[in-house]
């Protein structure tokens, strides 16, 4: 764990100094667009954060295989991330296309069309040279479902992959919203991943899954400092898609690679983590992108179409300001997160039945329930208040609107009009 969390700090100090150099030159030479109708923020800001993540976690890869070199004993088995000659550099190479197609849409705002086949080509890329799903872990502890084709395999990758990168980018639309989302969720995905590999692989902790989890929790946290409300840079689409789509690479590279009867327990609910685990951590963008294409769809338009519904939009016209709708995205990616991990935490290292993972993810929803609908509630006391003492106001007779007015003076008088001027009759 210790080569994992030096690596997640490599990425974290370059992306840092990556977003100071990108933030200067932005305002520099104005590369930045103009205020949208839907955003939320009121001042023209840059969007182009994503070129320093990027370069964060390509310096942070750099350095994981130049310790795989070093011929460590500790850090042996670090080589077998980079075993496939071509898996690795596709993964960097679809990520660099998404980037600079982020970046073409941030700057000169590229149709949709292009934008989806360029993410297309991306995930192609990827389950091109085998990371993809070859199996789902269904089925219980005596085994999984096998996909039935290389062809169907790489379908069924691409389109996650695809789903995934447009889910994190529907809610990139607050400060500090999809970098913090996306360093909780990567963060309890690493320590599942961590933690799934002492169960089946206990001599090889290293993996391709546990390294991008925790590059992407290395990229946010260096990012989240300057995109902190009030945001100074914002990490856009090159930023957003970036992250889905190594949040979804990663899910793919550990759900495909795990045999449930190898998880040491005979409960049913933890043969199925694998499975539920990258859902559970991207339960709010998965949701939010759900809602937006039905929700376009009925109205007759593109799902691709932009408009200030989201779930983000919402909470802040419920009454929740900028800084409490971020804290409770968190929330709700925390409770889903955590909560299904200790789903698979307490039977397999504590023998404890799940079913308290349940109790506690039940408990977690119901006060961050309570939480988001708080605006609702202040709202409706308030409108019975002043209904209230609207209607306890004492009666005075002869009182309307027009007894409040200042009374007429004697000045106010001499310059009034003479209701009869000389020589009228």
């Known amino acids: 764990m210790t080569l994992f969390v030096v690596l997640a700090l490599v990425a974290a100090v370059v992306t840092f100094g990556g977003s100071l150099v990108v933030w200067k030159l932005s305002l520099k030479y104005r590369l930045y667009p103009k205020i949208r109708e839907r955003d939320v923020h009121t001042r023209p800001t840059p969007r ?6 990027f370069v964060g976690i390509l310096v942070a890869f750099g350095a994981a295989a130049w310790v ?5 004993e500790r850090f042996a088995n670090v080589s077998i991330i980079f075993q496939d000659r071509w898996q690795v550099p596709a993964i960097l190479l679809a990520a ?10 941030d700057i000169w705002d590229l149709d949709w069309v292009t934008k989806l086949a360029g993410q297309f080509i991306a995930a192609g890329l990827i389950a091109w040279q085998g990371v993809s799903i070859v199996s789902l872990p269904i089925g219980g502890p005596d085994g999984g479902i096998t996909v039935g084709s290389s062809w169907m395999s790489a379908t069924i990758t691409v389109f996650t992959i695809v789903l995934v990168m447009n889910a994190i980018n529907f809610i990139d639309g607050l400060d ?4 913090g989302v996306a360093l909780i969720s990567s963060g309890v995905f690493y320590l599942y991943s961590y933690l799934l590999v002492q169960q089946t692989s206990p001599t090889n902790y290293f993996n391709l899954a ?3 989890a925790v590059l992407v929790v290395g990229a946010c946290l260096g990012f989240l400092p300057l995109n902190w409300h009030p945001a100074k840079l914002f990490m856009g689409d090159a930023g957003a898609l970036l992250v889905g789509l190594l949040m979804a690479t990663s899910a793919i590279a550990v759900t495909g690679q795990v045999d449930p009867s190898l998880l040491g327990t005979d409960e049913l609910f933890p043969a199925f983590i694998p499975i539920i685990i990258p859902f559970a951590v991207l339960i709010i963008p998965l949701l939010d992108f759900g809602l937006a294409v039905i929700r376009r769809l009925r109205a007759g338009k593109s799902p691709f179409a932009a408009d200030r519904k989201h779930l983000h939009h919402r909470l802040l016209d419920m009454g929740h300001s900028h800084l409490h709708a971020v804290l409770i995205f968190y929330g709700w990616t925390a409770v889903a997160s955590f909560g299904c991990l200790l789903a698979f935490v307490f039977p397999v290292y504590f023998g404890i039945d799940s079913s308290w993972a349940f109790l506690i993810l039940g408990v977690g929803f119901v006060v961050l329930a309570a939480l988001t609908l708080a605006p609702l509630g202040r709202r409706k006391r308030q409108t019975v208040a002043a209904e209230a003492e609207s209607a306890t106001a004492p009666y005075e007779p002869g009182l309307d609107e027009l007894s409040g007015a200042r009374p007429l003076t004697t000045t106010d008088r001499s310059a009034m009009p003479d209701e009869h001027p000389p020589g009228a009759r």
């Open 48 to 53: 182009l954060g994503g070129i320093a993540m």
């Open 68 to 72: 795989s070199t070093l011929g460590i």
């Open 96 to 105: 660099a296309l998404i980037v600079a197609m982020g970046v073409a849409d």
């Open 176 to 179: 500090g919203l999809v970098a």
């Open 210 to 212: 546990s390294l991008l």
